[in-house]
C-alpha cells in the first residue's frame, strides 16, 4: 500500500519539479516592460528659466544656517522661484516649504491658508505661485516624518 504511493509522489514532484521552472521563466519572459516616464519639454524648460537672482540671504532663518536666493525669470513676467543652499550636514527627513502669507498666525500645524511650494532639496528651486508674489509672508520649513514646524523665516517680499 505505501509503496504505490510513494511512486505516485515521487512521479508529481519530478513533474512539478521540471514545469516550475519551465513556468516561471515563461511568466518572467511574458512580462510587460517597465514604464519610462520622461518630463516634457515645458517642464525643463521652465526650471532653466529661472537664472536672474532677484536677492539672496542668509539671514532668513535665525537658528538654521540656509543660503535662500529669489530667482526671476529674464523675461518680463512674474514668475519667480525659490532656491535654497544648505551646508552638507544639514539633513532632515521629509521636509516640505511652505508660504505663509503676512496675516497668517503659526501655532503648531500649518494653516489652512499656507501654500505648499514642495520638497525642500538643496540647489533646486521651487516655483512661487502667482498669488504669493508681491505679498509679504513667511516661509515654513515642516518637517512630514515628525509632524513638526522645523523653523519659520522672517517675514520678507517675494519680488
Known amino acids: 500500500m505505501i509503496l ?11 513533474i512539478v519539479g521540471l514545469l516550475l521552472p519551465l513556468a516561471f521563466i515563461g ?13 516634457s519639454t515645458d517642464f525643463l524648460q521652465e526650471r532653466k528659466a529661472f537664472t536672474k537672482a532677484t536677492w539672496d ?5 535665525p537658528k538654521t544656517a ?17 532656491q535654497f543652499s544648505a551646508a552638507k550636514d544639514f ?22 491658508e499656507a501654500i505648499l511650494l514642495g520638497a525642500f ?23 512630514l516624518a515628525d509632524h513638526e514646524i522645523v523653523e519659520t523665516s522672517k517675514q520678507l517680499f517675494l519680488k
Open 4 to 14: 504505490p504511493l510513494r511512486r505516485r509522489h515521487r512521479r508529481m514532484f519530478t
Open 27 to 39: 511568466g518572467i519572459a511574458a512580462r510587460k516592460p517597465i514604464p519610462t516616464t520622461m518630463l
Open 57 to 61: 540671504r542668509s539671514d532668513l532663518f
Open 66 to 82: 540656509l543660503r535662500v536666493q529669489l530667482l526671476c525669470q529674464e523675461v518680463t513676467t512674474n514668475r519667480c522661484a525659490i
Open 91 to 112: 539633513v532632515k527627513a521629509d521636509l516640505l516649504v511652505y508660504w505663509l502669507p503676512a496675516e497668517s498666525t503659526i501655532k503648531d500645524t500649518i494653516p489652512d
Open 121 to 143: 532639496n538643496s540647489g533646486r528651486p521651487l516655483p512661487v505661485p502667482l498669488v504669493a508674489a508681491g505679498k509679504p509672508g513667511t516661509i515654513v520649513l515642516y518637517n
